[in-house]
């Protein structure tokens, strides 16, 4: 599915072309910033932390691939806590047009204090446990309008083969919301996600919201 180009951003730019340039200028953002990343390849040496409100981080092109950030693999138990490849703590967060995967846990983990996160034209691949995961404070309570769309989400040679810490074999969904209220996930591609007859989870749903979750729209979904 191809996404619309996103409007210029009226924030304020920075451009980084590495990873640690990339690390900097998250940990360094102020409010209603633009992070741009130059095409290229990119091994994160660590979750990549957002707590600022209003950061918007997204490739300089249109095309997902030509921005591609890697974790160490996501059956890789050494992962020296680089566990998701984002974490999301913060309001009005923007994630677009990049590639992101080989994470233990999490491409993108969204935590119960964020707001509105938006993540658009994404290719999540290959993610040791959900695709998308926004956490709860309580039923009923979580992270409120967030959308996931024109995005990928796919095993390229098969789901984990590793036990992540006890959750069992086969522990994984596209997109797994807590107790969110009016999210939208659409014109979205869930890819390979049979897990092996005999694991201890056979039919994860690609899209799970639930524990009290609330007025949420799925459309135009290719499973």
């Keep these: 599915m191809n996404a619309p180009p996103l409007p210029e951003s009226k924030n304020r730019v920075v451009r980084v072309s590495s990873v640690e340039q990339l690390n900097e200028a998250i940990a360094t953002a102020r409010p209603k910033t633009t992070v741009i990343i130059e095409p290229g390849q990119y ?32 059956d890789e138990v050494n992962h020296l806590g680089l566990t998701n490849g984002f974490w999301i703590n913060a309001r009005n967060t923007t ?46 309570v979580g992270v409120d309008l967030g959308i996931v769309e024109f995005s990928v989400m796919e095993y390229t040679d098969g789901t984990p083969k590793t036990n992540h810490d006890g959750a069992g074999f086969g522990y994984t969904n596209g997109v ?9 996930i659409s014109n979205n591609r869930f890819s390979n996600f049979h897990t092996p007859d005999g694991s201890d989870h056979l039919w994860n749903p690609a899209v799970l919201v639930w524990n009290g979750a609330s007025d949420t729209v799925t459309e135009n979904n290719i499973l």
């Design 43 to 74: 091994r994160l040496t660590s979750t990549l932390g957002i707590q600022t409100d209003d950061l918007t981080i997204r490739g300089a092109s249109t095309d997902c691939n030509s921005v591609v950030l890697t974790g160490r693999g996501m």
């Design 95 to 140: 994630i677009a047009n990049l590639s992101i995967g080989e994470v233990y846990y999490h491409t993108i983990q969204i935590n119960s204090d964020a707001f509105a996160p938006r993540i658009y034209n994404v290719r999540m691949f290959n993610s040791g446990q959900q695709f998308v995961k926004s956490n709860p404070i309580k039923f009923g």
């Design 176 to 184: 797994d919301i807590h107790a969110g209220k009016t999210w939208r």
